[in-house]
């Protein structure tokens, strides 16, 4: 069976340090992969897609990358946070030989808080 | 671009008591609609969905949703509330094609009360 992992589950950094959040499925190959923001009251927005191993789309500008160095990594990243940048993110996944599903499984999420 | 509205921020329902979450989308073609549901700290658990077929969708939980396409809605309805119920619930719009882009709701928080 598929399942998703994310770590860590909460982090707390200061303005201005550095961020890496990661990702990892198993049990499957070639998944699409979604990492989402989900801030208080306002639903999930999502931030990056990744269809393949160094192919990413950012959906909205800001301060925050995303890479897929193996097909079933996915990390967010940030050079410096803000303190916009807290919030609960989410990653997902699509299985792609079930794409008429166009259901997501989302991973457990990890909070962060920027002070 | 599609885009979906749930007009309810915070909805409380007696233990026992029906409930109904509205939900409204807004795309051109036929819609993948979806429900999820959060606990609090925890990812998103999808609770059902409809791509086509029979306009009523039932789910886990005991939980059931009807697409009406002439009101552009996705309610999501259950006869009998339980405490365990309590969780935020989103509505989703998919759209085949491309990277399967989901567009999501702002979401309802449910609280039940004994």
């Known amino acids: 069976s598929q399942t998703i992992h994310q770590w860590p589950a909460t982090l707390v950094q200061p303005v201005g340090s550095p961020l890496s959040l990661e990702c990892t499925v198993e049990?499957?190959?070639?998944?699409?992969l979604y990492w989402y923001r989900q801030a208080a009251g306002r639903g999930l927005q999502l931030l990056f897609y990744?269809?393949?191993?160094?192919?990413i789309s950012s959906e909205v500008p800001q301060n925050l990358s995303a890479s897929r160095p193996q097909d079933r990594q996915f990390i967010l990243s940030s050079k410096k946070l803000l303190l916009s940048d807290s919030g609960f993110y989410l990653c997902?996944?699509?299985?792609?030989?079930?794409?008429?599903?166009?259901?997501?499984?989302f991973g457990p999420g990890t909070r962060l808080t920027v002070l | 671009a599609q885009s979906v509205t749930q007009p309810d921020i915070h909805i409380t329902v007696s233990e026992g008591a029906s409930l109904e979450l509205r939900c409204n989308y807004s795309?051109?073609?036929?819609?993948?609609l979806f429900w999820y549901v959060q606990s609090p700290g925890q990812g998103l658990q999808l609770l059902l969905k409809?791509?086509?077929?029979?306009?009523l969708v039932q789910g886990i939980k005991g939980f059931e949703a009807e697409f009406k396409r002439s009101q552009s809605s996705f309610n999501l309805r259950k006869p009998s509330v339980h405490w365990s119920d309590a969780a935020e619930y989103f509505c989703?719009?998919?759209?085949?094609?491309?990277?399967?882009?989901?567009?999501f709701g702002t979401g309802t928080k449910l609280q039940v009360i004994p």
């Open positions: 997902a996944w699509i299985n792609i030989e079930r794409v008429s599903d166009n259901e997501q499984f």
């Open positions: 049990g499957t190959s070639n998944p699409n």
């Open positions: 990744s269809v393949g191993i160094g192919q």
């Open positions: 795309y051109g073609a036929t819609p993948y």
């Open positions: 409809y791509f086509s077929g029979d306009t």
């Open positions: 989703a719009v998919g759209v085949s094609g491309g990277y399967q882009k989901v567009t």
